[in-house]
């Protein structure tokens, strides 16, 4: 269950990879072209390479792709284990061996838009039903050049029993200063509590910070590429990290390394406001903890405001030079907007038997509170955490495209990031020198 996030910490290294072929790096520059649908009614017939991660969500999509292949009996997939990060961007790059369709972080197909099909009119008769804020982070230029597939709603997790000792109301905890309130609380009960993680890995902390700037509707650059880091949403997010961190309200570590489970096990952390997928962690990391987590909307920044917003999430592409790209597309529109594909990924499987709890669909008429997916979790007390996941997605904004230079961009906001939490930089330290960056280093070399 843990490799497929675990997978997140190592794609800042990817970062190069995508930068060099943002500025046009590699000898064979491939020209996106539009990809379209055969008017063919005939049986689908035909052979496809399809490269998903090795682990679990392998295992969960090569169980679907045998339930399409069963429907489609004169279709043959080669479904291969791959190191996607390590392997895709140069293989697009190179023109080599590509496969017919991949799985991929929606953080780095902006940057090799040009190396894939423009899938806009495939998508065209679905785009009103996925959510808004997948589709815009698929889209470049005004075009399409991913298959959405997943939405992440950020959540807080909590431990239930530690803010019952408190006389902590978890239907209280509406805004971050009701959070920062909780935590004091806490720690008047246990000296020891720092109640709130934040992350001490640059890319998963930068991943979080987009996810913090979403909910309140923006995001690092515009649908023009603009930075605009310098803006109240971002001043806001920052202040209330240098308040928690001044405070002593912080547990400061890496995502889920031995000292992070240490401090979620004895009581130390309280909050970790993160991407659902933080509930594998109770399901098969937490074992004193297991059953005490529960997980709730995020709170708002204002208000009123919205309750969620998106901490990652991947899609599937379709490489330029695929021998069979249609078939692909129609591979891929069975996992992502088709019911019965949709129950083969999220329904239950050998992987997951109550089904895959890590993510929810982006197609919009899946998300149905009365008709789960998976089961309740047994992890959080029995908690019904699709109806949680459903509820916090319909509240997330939409988004502009992620640009090419994201994953490198954390060299220098993830790093001050990092820095402010330690207190080597204030606040418009970190916006100042992380716009000065990026605009000389990544936006004015694109």
């Not at 074992?287 to 009123?304: C, D, E, M």
């Amino acid at each position: 269950m843990t490799t497929r996030r675990s997978l997140l910490a190592g794609a800042a290294g990817a970062g190069a990879l995508t930068a060099l072929a943002a500025c046009g790096g590699g000898d064979d520059t491939t020209t996106s072209q539009p990809l379209t649908a055969s008017s063919s009614a005939g049986p689908l017939t035909g052979s496809l390479t399809i490269w998903s991660r090795s682990g679990d969500l392998f295992k969960v999509f090569d169980a679907a792709i045998k339930k399409f292949t069963a429907a489609n009996p004169g279709v043959t997939v080669d479904h291969q284990a791959v190191d996607i990060d390590a392997k895709l961007a140069n293989t697009l790059i190179s023109g080599a061996g590509v496969p017919d369709g991949s799985f991929w972080d929606d953080a780095k197909i902006a940057g090799q838009a040009e190396h894939l099909y423009d899938l806009t009119a495939l998508i065209a008769p679905y785009r009103d039903r996925i959510a808004p804020q997948k589709l815009s982070v698929n889209t470049v230029g005004g075009k399409v050049y991913g298959v959405p597939w997943d939405l992440n709603p950020g959540l807080l997790y909590y431990r239930e029993d530690l803010l019952q000792d408190a006389s902590i109301d978890p239907a209280g905890l509406a805004t971050y200063d009701d959070l920062l309130a909780a935590s004091r609380k806490l720690r008047e009960r246990n000296a020891k509590a720092k109640p709130i993680h934040l992350d001490a890995d640059p890319f998963l902390g930068q991943l979080w910070l987009e996810m913090l700037a979403n909910q309140q509707g923006t995001s690092l650059s515009d649908d023009q590429g603009k930075l605009r880091l310098d803006s109240e949403e971002y001043r806001r997010i920052f202040t209330w990290i240098k308040s928690a961190v001044d405070d002593k309200l912080v547990t400061h570590t890496p995502y889920l390394k031995p000292a992070d489970i240490a401090a979620l096990e004895d009581g130390t952390q309280a909050f970790v406001p993160w991407a659902i997928w933080f509930d594998f962690a109770p399901q098969t990391l937490l074992s004193r903890t297991k059953g005490k987590w529960r997980a709730a909307p995020l709170p708002a920044w204002t208000p009123g405001g919205a309750r969620s917003g998106a901490m990652g999430g991947s899609s599937f592409v379709i490489p330029a030079k695929a021998k069979n790209p249609e078939l692909a597309w129609r591979l891929y529109e069975f996992l992502t907007v088709q019911d019965e594909g949709i129950k083969a990924v999220y329904g239950p499987s050998d992987t997951y038997p109550g089904g895959l709890n890590t993510s929810v669909p982006a197609f919009l008429p899946a998300l149905d509170a009365a008709k789960p997916l998976f089961q309740p979790l047994e992890a959080l007390g029995g908690q019904d955490l699709w109806k949680v996941a459903v509820d916090a997605s319909k509240t997330i904004p939409a988004a502009a495209p992620i640009p090419a230079w994201w994953a490198k961009s954390v060299d220098y906001l993830g790093n001050n990031l990092q820095r402010l939490i330690q207190g080597q930089l204030s606040v418009d330290d970190v916006i100042a020198e992380s716009t000065k960056q990026i605009q000389r280093n990544l936006v004015d070399r694109a």
